[in-house]
């Protein structure tokens, strides 16, 4: 599914921000592990990675209603909005969950950072994996 991006002017762009891509290949098609950008307050992680070609997973088209969007804050939670329960509820969803786990597209850029996302390597949408 594709996201669709807000014609809103942007913030601008004063936040670092870096990626972590334990697959590369297959966020970006290119080797580099890791990807040093910045961003503005008030974009959301999947709209920062996707808009800078790291193609995240985002099954639902990032509203809160599947888990493909996993990741791993490694820094700078702070700079984050806070995680809501519905967010919360939906991560727990997601496999190799750990204590730094956060939906992208729930994870609003609101601090000075710096940030540091790692991007897991495998992609399922949980949404097709209800428990029995
Ligand atoms: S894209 Fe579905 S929850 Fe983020």
Excluded at 13 to 40: C, K, N, W, Y
Excluded at 78 to 93: G, H, I
Excluded at 96 to 122: D, F, K, N, Y
Aim: aromatic fraction near 2%; proline fraction near 6%.
């Amino acid at each position: 599914m594709h996201r669709k991006h807000s014609d809103e002017p942007k913030a601008p762009a004063v936040v670092p921000v870096t990626f972590l891509l334990q697959d590369p290949q297959s966020l970006t098609g290119g080797d580099a592990r890791e990807i040093h950008l910045m961003a503005g307050k008030g974009q959301d992680l999947l709209d920062v990675a996707m808009e800078n070609g790291i193609n995240i997973e985002h099954a639902c088209g990032g509203v809160c209603a599947c888990s493909t969007c996993h990741v791993y804050i490694n820094e700078g939670m702070k700079s984050l909005s806070e995680a809501q329960d519905d967010e919360m509820d939906r991560v727990e969803e997601a496999p190799a969950l750990r204590r730094t786990s956060r939906l992208a597209c729930q994870s609003v850029i609101q601090g000075a950072g710096p940030i540091v996302v790692e991007v897991p390597s495998w992609n399922r949408n949980a949404v097709k994996e209800k428990p029995h």
